[in-house]
């Protein structure tokens, strides 16, 4: 079967830097999402990954290993506004998008 | 550009009543889904369809039912509803460009309670 894991919740202070951690097993690959959810509102885009690496955009950052089946969503300098849930989603052979249940990240003062 | 909009945002039905959910779009997408969200779990792909005139199934896609008349707008359907229809529904639309990549842009969602 198709599965995403990812951690329920973490918490993280203001200012500092967290990782989200994302593993997958799918049938097939053809990239990665990353999405953020605010609560009671909808998810919107924050990265794609098809290629082993970093992709670096802002304050955010995303890595993927597609041997590991491994992604992690970095964000730095975290922010108060950074709290909401984070979605990691597969997108298959059959190019339809395998989600995650969230990572729902908590930022303290 | 308004993006992606549902109508309605909240609904309450009992058992075994209908309603149809109403998704539109503004950008010219040609690929158009259904979602469900749930607590402890994630979107699940309900219907989707690749242009207009065209319908397929997802994940869940029993006791749903969809119709894309017109490019712009996408429709869901619950003909008999059941409690384990309570969700949060999202409709969504991407680009058909023949890349992966392309994002979908998500509507704000409908909460649907069954009674």
């Known amino acids: 079967g198709q599965n995403i894991d990812q951690p329920t919740e973490m918490t993280a202070t203001e200012g500092a830097i967290v990782q989200i951690n994302c593993t997958y097993q799918t049938s097939g690959f053809n990239g990665l999402f990353w999405y953020q959810q605010h609560a009671g509102e909808a998810p919107t885009f924050l990265s794609y990954?098809?290629l082993d690496g970093l992709e670096e955009k802002g304050r955010f950052s995303s890595f993927l290993s597609r041997s590991k089946g491994y992604s992690y969503l970095l964000l730095k300098e975290l922010q108060m506004k950074d709290s909401a849930s984070y979605l990691c989603?597969?997108?298959?052979?059959?190019?339809?998008?395998?989600w995650g249940a969230g990572t729902k990240l908590i930022i303290k003062p | 550009n308004a993006g992606v909009t549902q109508t309605p945002k909240f609904r309450v039905l009992k058992t075994g009543q209908s309603m149809t959910l109403l998704c539109a779009q503004d950008m010219n997408h040609e690929y158009m889904y259904w979602y469900r969200q749930d607590p402890g779990m994630g979107l699940r792909l309900i219907h989707y369809?690749?242009?207009?005139?065209?319908?397929a199934k997802g994940e869940v896609p029993d006791g749903y039912n969809v119709s894309r008349l017109k490019k712009q707008n996408f429709l869901l359907g619950l003909e008999s509803a059941a409690p384990s229809q309570t969700s949060v529904y999202f409709c969504?639309?991407?680009?058909?460009?023949?890349?992966?990549?392309?994002?979908?842009?998500f509507g704000p969602g409908t909460r649907l309670t069954v009674l």
């Open positions: 369809s690749v242009g207009e005139g065209t319908t």
């Open positions: 990954n098809v």
């Open positions: 969504a639309s991407s680009t058909e460009s023949g890349r992966a990549s392309d994002e979908q842009f």
């Open positions: 989603a597969v997108m298959d052979s059959n190019y339809q998008l395998i």
